[in-house]
């Protein structure tokens, strides 16, 4: 039996320290996990890869196909190891709290995390962890590596991480980071049309969660009829006019380096938003966000 030793050779490796930031639902079949799989996070990181690199292809065929070749598939292995070092269980709760809109009657993180907050356990906010990333050339280092950044500054782990949980906060990684001035996918992907809108910087997690998951409500809420709110997410049950797609927008908060923390929304446009109507609605939520947000540039 012959073992793979070039597999191995000059393999590029990172490592990093991380924080949990905002409550990360990661429960399995029992809703009760207490540790970081790296199944979890190879499937986020192939999620922004697409985010980032998915646009340079013409067909998207090739761009599966390369995907694959990094991170793997059924029929070929992946050319990168994810690594979860310590600790072994992480701290849990099973109870978050509360952040109610000022003069009504919401409870915000209750409307974020509805299907997952309603007693299911997750790692809290404040709890480290190692990660390790290998790869087998410095060319795909870099690609995992943006696809990482992006990971950390835009999205998180878990679920209803589009709706700002299971963000993390990482140590000692110096990258800038440029989309580019791609045209809008068929898939979730960076464009020309993306936006980002960043809130005022906060004392705490929860202050900065709320305020963007506030915004997020009120603006969702100012569209009228109620079904016009199916271009925003996913249809409502009992007035569907519309097939079922992803919600283009990623609430997400960063942990600042003095401390502080700083809520954002992402906006990711597909081809399934340029449709008049769409984008008619999708405008009106933007304009919302502008209006009590900082609109800066990606």
């Excluded at 905002?22 to 922004?48: C, D, H, Y």
């Excluded at 709890?127 to 590596?145: A, G, W």
């Excluded at 109620?226 to 079922?244: C, G, W």
């Excluded at 797609?245 to 992402?266: D, R």
Aim: proline residues 5%.
């Amino acid at each position: 039996m012959t073992f793979p030793l070039d597999r191995y050779k000059n393999r590029q490796t990172e490592e990093y320290g991380m924080e949990v930031v905002t409550p990360m639902f990661l429960g399995g079949a029992e809703k009760v996990n207490r540790q970081i799989r790296p199944a979890s996070i190879k499937g986020v990181l192939r999620f922004w890869w697409r985010a980032v690199y998915g646009p340079h292809f013409s067909v998207i065929s090739d761009m599966r196909a390369e995907e694959n070749k990094i991170f793997g598939s059924t029929d070929q292995k992946s050319n990168v190891d994810v690594h979860v070092l310590s600790p072994e269980d992480l701290d849990v709760s099973d109870r978050l709290p509360n952040y109610n809109i000022p003069g009504g009657r919401t409870e915000v993180f209750g409307y974020l995390g509805f299907g997952a907050s309603n007693g299911e356990q997750y790692i809290n906010p404040g709890s480290q962890f190692q990660l390790r990333l290998r790869c087998i050339s410095e060319e795909y280092l870099d690609q995992v590596k943006h696809s990482f950044y992006c990971l950390c500054n835009f999205g998180g782990l878990g679920s209803k991480s589009r709706n700002g949980f299971g963000c993390m906060n990482y140590k000692k990684m110096n990258m800038e980071f440029s989309p580019g001035a791609n045209p809008v996918q068929d898939f979730t992907a960076f464009s020309r049309e993306s936006l980002l809108f960043k809130d005022k910087e906060q004392k705490t997690w929860e202050k900065a969660l709320g305020r963007i998951g506030q915004f997020y409500i009120e603006a969702r809420k100012s569209i009228k009829p109620t079904e016009r709110r199916q271009y925003i997410a996913k249809p409502l049950p009992q007035k569907r006019i519309m097939d079922r797609y992803a919600k283009p927008y990623f609430l997400h908060v960063n942990k600042l380096e003095e401390g502080k923390f700083q809520g954002q929304i992402l906006f990711l446009p597909s081809s399934d938003h340029r449709e008049e109507n769409s984008k008619r609605v999708l405008n009106q939520v933007n304009a919302y966000f502008a209006k009590n947000m900082k609109e800066v540039t990606l």
